[in-house]
Every structure is written in C-alpha cells, then in structure tokens.
C-alpha cells in the first residue's frame, strides 16, 4: 500500500508482517524509532506470537537474538553505530554459529569524537564479521530488504545486516509502497532452524574447536557466504514476480551504457551521485553509476562485468581505514585485477556533513579529466586542517 | 523428594545413606535410571567441584521437569571440558555463546520458548564466578531486573580457573592467585567490599535465591527441585572447590566444601523475593584456619610467619556471616 511515511516506520510495519517470533532492543540512535514502531506493534497485539524483549545493552541484544534463533524463532533486532561496536563479540558469534538473525543497521559515525550523525563506518567495521550485507538505496528498498533478508538468511543459515543510512533514510517521511501481509506470506515461508535446541533430540551448540578442524570451519563458513551471490539475485527475482518491482540484488547499473566512468557508491548518497551523473550525462559526457547492494559477500564477479568497458572508476565512500584509505575500492579492485582503469576514492559525507550535488559535480567533472589525487576529502577544510597538524608538529 | 533436609550422621558414603531412606527420598544419583545430564568422559580435573556440582544440579533439575530443559553455559571450564569438538559430555540440548553473555542468550532461549508456546521447556544457564560476577554482570542483573523464566547456576571457585588461576571478583581476601600473588607486605588478594552474588540477586527482589555446596549435594538437588517450581529469574550459587586453583588435594573437595560452610565462611541458604527464608545451622563449629590451612592459596598465611592478623580478619568475616544468617541456633530446634 503507496504511504508517506517514515523510513523507521516504514521498515518497522514492513519487519512485523515478517512475523518474527523474538524483538530485541537496546536504545540508541537514529535506530531508535523502528523499534518503537515494533513494541508498539507487539503490545498492541497487531504482532502476536512474538516476544519483544527490551534489554540492557547492545551486546545483550544480539546475545538474547543468538539464545532466540538458535532455539528456532524468527530472530530480529536493531542498532547503530556504538551499539553495534559494543555487540561485536556476539556479532562474531551469530555468525559463527549460523544463525539467521536479521539485524538492521541504521548507519552512524563512531567516535571519538561522539557524532550522531550518518556515514558507514559502523558497518563497514563488521565487513569481515560473516554477516551478509546488504545497502539500502531508498526507503523502499530499506523495506523491501528487510523481507528478502529474512528469506536469505534462513535459506543460508547466515545472518544478515540491513544497512539503511541513519536520519537520511531512517528518519525521512518520503512514498513507500509498504508490503501488503498477503504479499510477505507468499513470499516468505515459515523458519525451518537447520538444527535447534530441542530436548527431544539434544544437540550441542558452540562447542569448542581446535587447530584440527578450526579452518575447515572457516572455510566452509566463507563458501556458505559466498553462496549468497546466487541466493541474493534469486531472492530479488522472486521477489519481484509477487510485489511487481524491482529491489535488491548484488548491484544495481545506472547509465552504465557507454559510461567511460563508473562512480560507485552504496547507500543513499547513490540518488544525489544519479542527479549529478544525470546532468553530465546531459552535457555528453560518458558517465555511469554502479550501486552495490550486497557488500558481503562482494560480488566481484558482477562488479568486474559492470566495470568491463570503464576506463574509470570513482568510488565514493561514507567510511575509511585510518591508515591506507578507501574500504571499497580495495574490494573494488579486486574486480578490476588485470585490466588497466584508473580508480580514484573520494570519503564523504563523514559524521553526517551534507554531500551536496555541487560539490560533486565539481569533484566529477575535475575526476573525469584525471584532475584529482588518488584519494580525497570531499569538502575538507584543508587550511583549517594543515594549521592543526602544523601546530600539533611543532608542539 | 523431600522437601525435609535429610542428616547421615554415620561418616560413610551418601550410598549407604540412600539404601537406609524409602525410594522416593534416595538422591536423584543413586537411582540408575539418572539422566545423566553431564555424561561421563569429559575432561575435568580429578576432584573438579565445577563437574560434580553441574552435574547434581542438571540431573535434579531433569527429574523436576519430566526433562524438559535447555541449558546455555558461560565459556569456562565447564563449557571446555564437556565439548571438545567433536565430542560432547552434554545429553540435553546445551548452548554455548560468549563468557559474558550466558544470562542474555537464556533470556533469548526462553522468549523463543514462550513464543512458539514452548513454555513447558525450561531454560538454565550456568558459568562459573568470573562469567556471573564480573564479565557476565550487566547480563545477569539485566535478566534479574525483566524477570525472565530463566534458573541460573553459578558454580563458584573464587577465581579464573580455566585461564590460570587468575583474581576474579569473587576471590576472598588474602587468596593467592596468578595474578595476587603472595607477595608484599599484604600477600594475596586484597581485603575489600567482595562482590556477594547472592545478596546482589536478592536486591532485585526475584523468586528465588540459594547458596548450596558440594559438600551437601542432597541440599543442592533439593534446591534446584525448589528452584524449577517458580517462574521468573532464579539464582543458585554454588561453591565449588577447585584442586587446581587451590592448592588442595583432590580428595578433599567435598571436605573442604564442608569446612567453609561449617566455618561460617560460606553461608547456605534461600531467600524468596530479597527475603532470606531459611539458612542452614552449622552443625560442628570450626575455626577458619581448619578450611584454610588445608589450601595452599592460603598457606603464606601459616609460613614462613603465621599471619593472625589477616587469619582474624577472615575469621570476623565468618563471624559476621554467622550473625546475619543465624547459622548457629541449636540444632534440636531446627528439626
């Protein structure tokens, strides 16, 4: 049903006709309201069946989700930034175990220093978690994932991240056609756990693993991960045979026909890069755009076939690693192995700084003649910056 | 089973005691039907309190619930010894997340559980004294505080065994470990506040709080029992002599669990919504030198120079909890 409505509320009714058996919450934002949405939902009784259970902590969220999926229920929570820091070790732990929890994350900056605002340094902290990650464009789609999600996860026994961009998406009141109940029930079959905790038939969950067997674990745990580049696209395609639209999948083209550069981007950001690639491509310049949708497991193979006629990437980043700088252009690359594109990175829109289509006109245009340094600070004061590491140097 | 506490007062074995009481009264071990919740074959040191406690209080708590239960373990050395991958000493289903979660992950079980209208099945977590008192802290108060349907146990042996023997915050003052050495002028662990487990449970006003030994394991059963006819969080505290840990022989477990309780030094008894309910009466007084003196985490207290001041310090600490729990009203009373 076509509402304008906030992307917290629209995911939060959209995870409810999901019909999950165990909530689980810790307060913190901007993933606040989409759990709100839910105790309301639950308390109401509009969602029976489920238990939302209001915890005392992050790490105790996802400790209550792994107790609850692994006892068999259809397992949700949500967090951001922090939150998610402080669940690491659990996070680590579903994964390892298997359990398909559906977790979105609605994308925080982490501090110090404290910021509130959206990029995607939290998420882009758990990319080697073993969770699957999948990056919400619109609040459609921030929606429509939450309902593949549950479906892939439980196909896999792997658990999965929505990642939505917090207040762009989560607190933005935009149209979204919410899913109809009889739509998800089509789509999404009741949750068969692979293996729970039964006294009927007791089994032994996490025990420990020695050198012996330790990395055929591992390694099996990355092809069940890596299996998911065929599970996603599938996911997508059913999906929409029975809601009608277009949602998901491993990346999505934009104008790629001819494009010469390819920007790539995951998130929000993508509509503002389409507007600004919109007028380009109206002055004749050949550029495309590449969203990626699913960032773990990479889909390198999709990502390599988009990029075959590119003699240019730009990736544009809402996270970096200290130290070296882009995170998804080292993924990136590995779909570019063995060809000759120069890739530039761009990091912006950290701690929430607006990422305006001026800005990135100018830095695309400057991109597209091979006018900018491998990696840049959209809109960095740079004086205001060189003063300090100058005065820091001299101390 | 009964609920009246049981006396042997001949110094055999408990099995002589069983064959002396109607069937119904026998511990729930000596009957050879016993589930067997902790099968034999694990790893435990010889003299483990952590594996014979486990294992009265799982197969109690299986008789109290027609079987029915889950149980989710703190990593420790209870988790390490009963499931070396690919064997497993566990004959219920049993889960095993973080050290710190245990509390967290039961909550998770039995909202599952309530959910699928599985409430039937009960849950039990179980980790040992740093699990529950220090890195599992904020998960258990938080369980406490929801009143989640969750018993948990923790088997106590007042420091981190599997690690080493390394200071937890339930390690009593003046115990040696690898990380309070005996050394210094105050040689062993500090004397402060201690984190009291029990009391703290207490003060979330739950159903139901215990402290049991190994030494009484009739006791232990007869808590659990207890302990699975409430709903809501519920807490047993066990203390759990660790040889290794210690310093004390393998054949004193049981020996020595019995002198801290009749020391004074590790009180036993319930409380029901933050009230104690009931305690039990030492019956032969010690002095606390006979339960140290046994313990080489205790021996620089008696060499090269007898400590009195910090063995009295230990003793009024004995005393104290012999006052607030009234352990020494006569016995003919009590019965």
Redesign the interface.
């Known amino acids: 049903m076509l509402r304008q409505v906030e992307g917290s509320k629209a995911v939060a009714d959209t995870v409810a006709m999901c019909r999950p058996q165990v909530i689980c919450a810790y307060p913190i934002s901007p993933q606040t309201h989409i759990v709100e949405g839910l105790s309301a939902l639950v308390k109401s009784e509009s969602l029976r069946n489920c238990e939302f259970i209001n915890v005392e902590s992050e790490f105790a969220a996802m400790s209550v989700a792994i107790g609850a999926s692994a006892t068999g229920a259809r397992t949700y929570t949500a967090t951001a930034s922090q939150g998610l820091l402080f669940m690491v070790e659990a996070v680590y732990n579903a994964s390892g175990l298997g359990l398909p929890i559906v977790m979105t994350v609605a994308n925080r900056a982490i501090g110090a220093p404290i910021n509130i605002w959206n990029d995607h340094s939290d998420s882009m902290s758990q990319r080697d978690s073993g969770w699957i990650q999948l990056y919400a464009e619109t609040n459609q789609e921030a929606a429509d994932l939450h309902v593949q999600a549950f479906r892939i996860a439980e196909e896999l026994s792997l658990p999965i991240m929505v990642c939505m961009d917090g207040f762009i998406l989560t607190h933005a009141y935009e149209r979204v056609d919410v899913p109809e109940q009889e739509q998800v029930d089509a789509y999404l079959p009741a949750y068969t756990p692979r293996q729970v905790l039964d006294p009927l038939n007791p089994v032994s969950i996490g025990a420990m693993v020695g050198p012996d067997a330790f990395t055929e674990v591992k390694y099996i745990s990355h092809m069940k991960n890596l299996s998911a580049l065929d599970v996603i696209p599938r996911a997508a395609s059913q999906f929409q045979e029975i809601f009608g639209r277009s949602s998901g999948g491993l990346i999505r083209g934009y104008k790629l026909d001819g494009a010469q550069t390819v920007v790539i981007a995951l998130g929000s950001v993508l509509g503002t890069i389409k507007d600004v690639v919109d007028e380009m491509v109206a002055a004749d310049i050949p550029i495309g755009v590449l969203g990626i949708i699913a960032f773990r497991p990479f889909p390198t193979e999709a990502v390599r076939s988009a990029l075959s006629k590119a003699k240019r990437v730009i990736v544009i980043e809402k996270a970096f690693q200290v130290g070296i700088g882009g995170i998804v252009i080292e993924n990136v690359r590995a779909s570019l192995r063995g060809s000759h594109i120069a890739d530039y990175t761009l990091i912006a829109g950290l701690g929430g700084r607006p990422i305006t289509k001026q800005s990135l006109a100018t830095y695309l245009d400057r991109a597209c003649k091979d006018a900018v340094d491998e990696l840049t600070f959209l809109d960095l004061d740079q004086s205001l910056a060189d003063s300090e590491i100058a005065r820091e140097a001299g101390r | 089973m009964s609920s009246t506490p049981i006396k042997f007062y001949q110094v055999g074995s408990f099995a002589i005691g069983n064959r002396l009481l109607p069937a119904d009264d026998r511990s729930i071990q000596s009957d050879p039907s016993r589930t067997n919740a902790l099968n034999s074959g694990h790893r435990a040191c010889q003299g483990c309190g952590e594996a014979l406690g486990a294992r009265y209080a799982l197969d109690a708590a299986m008789r109290a619930t027609n079987?029915?239960?889950?149980a989710?373990?703190a990593t420790g050395c209870l988790?390490?010894f009963s499931?070396?991958?690919?064997?497993?000493s566990?004959?219920?289903?049993?889960?095993?997340?973080?050290f710190?979660?245990a509390p967290?992950?039961?909550?998770?079980?039995?909202?599952?559980?309530?959910?699928?209208?599985k409430s039937d099945?009960r849950v039990i977590a179980q980790g040992g004294d740093g699990a529950t008192v220090d890195i599992g802290f904020?998960?258990l108060?938080?369980m406490f505080?929801?009143n989640d349907d969750v018993l948990y146990i923790c088997y106590d042996n007042e420091a981190y065994m599997n690690t080493g023997v390394q200071r937890s915050g339930a390690t009593p003052p003046a115990a040696r470990t690898a990380t309070t050495q005996a050394v210094g002028e105050n040689p062993g662990n500090v004397f402060g506040q201690g984190k009291n487990l029990p009391r703290i449970a207490m003060a979330h006003e739950i159903p139901y709080v215990a402290t049991a030994t190994v030494a009484d394991l009739r006791d232990l059963e007869a808590k659990v029992t207890k302990a699975m006819s409430f709903r809501g969080a519920r807490y047993i505290h066990v203390l759990v002599p660790c040889p290794l840990g210690w310093g004390s022989q393998s054949c004193d477990t049981i020996k020595i669990a019995r002198l801290a309780t009749q020391s004074g030094l590790f009180p036993v008894f319930e409380a029901e919504n933050g009230e104690v309910v009931a305690s039990t009466p030492i019956r032969k007084r010690v002095d606390v030198e006979e339960y140290l003196k046994l313990q080489v985490r205790y021996s620089h207290l008696f060499a090269p120079t007898r400590r009195d001041d910090v063995i009295n310090h230990l003793q009024s600490i004995a005393d104290k909890n012999i006052a607030r729990y009234n352990l020494l009203i006569d016995e003919s009373e009590s019965i």
Not at chain 2, 67 to 70: K, R, T, V
């Open positions: 079987e029915q239960i889950i989710v373990n988790e390490v499931t070396p991958y690919p064997e497993s566990w004959r219920i289903p049993w889960l095993h997340s973080l710190g979660n967290a992950v039961a909550t998770g079980v039995a909202a599952a559980l309530k959910a699928q209208g099945i904020g998960a108060s938080g505080e929801r």
